[in-house]
């Protein structure tokens, strides 16, 4: 299957205190705190939540992450399946931690940092994974995935595939604010990547990693021993 690291990725912090302290820093055009980009370090929050309520005021920090990938390689040509986020978590994530995954409007064409004005540069109406609140991040110290989904794949088109990863609930909002205190947290030593399927443009006999499962193990009478590539696509 192919595999394209992120050639950006990052996350940043925004904070807010007093009356309606959540839904300041949920709807801020700008982060108040920390923006980090491609970090190469390990047990990073990357994505998460602590809100405080109390007699003598509230208070909201939010963290949310930006990852970008050129996919210009299979902007066309191709029929692309099986499409998956694959990262490095820890067991340092809260347990049952729910993210959502929405499409990305910051980090250009793939190519440019982020800065705090791009907390809010993201597109709630293109959800690439579910909308339900037990979609976790994986609570484990192992390399692992998501599923994304067609309105995912369909991004391949534009060149670039950029997702902004949330706390299900900054996405949501929450019905009934209560304290809380959880995380997703990454090994940035393994940079974020994507893998798929593809299979080029009119070509029927499956994925070409697999195309030797074929019966007779040929292409038009050419064994697949003497097959470099297909339609550019090699195995």
Known sequence: MPTINASKYGYMISSA??????????????????????????????????????????????????????????????????????????????????????????????????TQADWNNFDTGTTYTTTSTNNYWPDTNSVSTLDLNSTAIAAFSTGYLKVCIQWVFDYNGIGSLTNFNGQAVVNYGYTPRIVFTAVASGWSGGDINTVAANTDNKINTIGFSNIEAVNTVSS
């Open 17 to 114: 205190s007093g009356t309606g302290a959540f839904a300041t820093v949920r709807g801020a055009s700008s982060a108040t705190g920390t923006v980090i980009n491609q970090s190469s370090s390990n047990n990073q929050f990357t994505v998460g939540a602590n809100l405080g309520f109390s007699s003598k005021g509230d208070s909201a920090t939010l963290r949310r992450t930006w990852w970008a990938f050129d996919v210009t390689s299979y902007q066309s040509g191709f029929t692309i399946t099986d499409l998956q986020l694959q990262f490095d978590p820890t067991t340092n994530t809260s347990t049952n931690f729910p993210i959502i995954v929405i499409k990305s409007t910051a980090q250009g064409n793939a190519d440019t940092n982020l």
